[in-house]
């Protein structure tokens, strides 16, 4: 691994981003149109807390130029226990991302990160994780670290273990649905939500939300990452139900560390105002009631 330098950061940004050579390690199939890539890379894995992300480009070309963010899915250890690398799980949605399917072990690719803020440890008795499509990927390493079974950041960050967590992992129809197999051995429970009714409830994951609000041991906590139509609906019920909610936006990110200003997301102030926040930087996750989402 070779570190190929690293910018002076800014304020509030996370001091510890560096940009780095890492290669792959393995790429493989989980879904329709979705994979899971293992990248070597070391100092990331380290550092990294659930929700937090960094950015991947292929530095063997230069179309396209600029990093794609990607969260954490996971970090894997080498044969000592020692933390080796990060998993992410992709969808093909475009040119990089299409690309990034031809990858194969040995491979370099560029990294910058760990990038963001993350989700917060969770602090809670009953922990509700709500995804929609690929927006499930940061909730394998959160439910690890709530179950007490992965350790993250550097020191690791002390996180308590909630009596319960659930997933409500919500998409288009059955062969969407990505890494269930991985949540299953995490002993993380999943219930589905398929649009066609292929797999789980009929209809959307907002609805399994509302089952959960309504049963006897309801929440207290609610971590949820998609599209923003749906975390519009999440943020919408959990304030119904007064339930604290923080979402973890993906808005598309040229620079990924402060400096272009591509990510802007709108937010409420206390004094009733709005005003804009990067997401790369003072998020990506946001307490769902300061954020204008339509
Ligand atoms: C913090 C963060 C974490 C993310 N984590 C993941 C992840 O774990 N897995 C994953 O698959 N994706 C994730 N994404 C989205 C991912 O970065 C984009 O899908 C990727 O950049 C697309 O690159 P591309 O070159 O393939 O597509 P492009 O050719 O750049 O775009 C193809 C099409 O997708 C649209 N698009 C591109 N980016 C986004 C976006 N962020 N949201 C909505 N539409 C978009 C474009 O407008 C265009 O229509 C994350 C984004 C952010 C900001
Ligand atoms: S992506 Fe450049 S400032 Fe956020």
């Keep these: ?26 790429n493989v199939p989980m ?14 894995a380290r550092q990294i807390t659930p929700g937090q992300f960094f950015m ?31 998993d992410l799980g992709y969808l093909v949605v475009g040119k990089m991302t299409r690309l990034m399917t031809s990858w194969r072990a040995g491979d370099p690719v560029e990294i910058w990160g760990p990038l963001g803020n993350g989700f917060p440890p969770p602090a809670c008795q009953r922990l509700l994780m709500v995804a929609g499509g690929i927006g499930q990927t940061p909730f394998l390493a959160v439910g690890r670290e709530a179950l007490g079974i ?42 589905v939500s398929t649009d066609d009714g292929s797999a ?37 019920i959990a304030a119904a139900a007064n339930v604290p909610c923080w979402l973890s936006l993906e808005t598309p990110m040229a620079c990924g560390f402060g400096i272009c200003f591509s990510c802007v997301t709108e937010v409420r102030m206390d004094d009733g105002s709005t005003d804009y926040r990067r997401t790369c930087v003072e998020g990506p996750v946001f307490r769902a009631e300061k954020l204008c989402l339509r």
Aim: negative net charge; charged residues 20%; glycine residues 10%.
């Design 1 to 26: 691994m070779t570190e190929h330098g690293s910018c002076e950061p800014l304020a509030g940004q996370v001091l510890t981003a560096r940009q780095l050579l890492g290669s792959v390690v393995e």
């Design 31 to 44: 879904a329709r149109g979705t994979w899971r890539l293992r990248l070597r890379c070391a100092e990331v």
């Design 56 to 86: 991947v480009r292929d530095p063997r070309i230069t179309d396209p130029m600029l990093g794609r963010p990607f969260a954490l899915f996971d970090l894997w250890c080498d044969e000592s226990g020692e933390r080796a690398g990060v």
């Design 150 to 191: 992965q350790s993250y950041g550097a020191p690791p960050r002390c996180a308590s273990q909630p009596e319960s967590i659930k997933l409500l992992y919500g998409a288009r129809s059955q062969d969407y649905l990505a890494g269930l197999d991985l949540f299953e051995a995490a002993g993380i429970p999943v219930e």
């Design 200 to 236: 789980g409830h009929a209809g959307f994951v907002t609805d399994l939300l509302q089952q959960e609000l309504d049963s006897t041991s309801p929440p207290d906590a609610i971590y949820s990452c998609g599209p923003e139509p749906m975390m519009a609906a999440v943020a919408k």
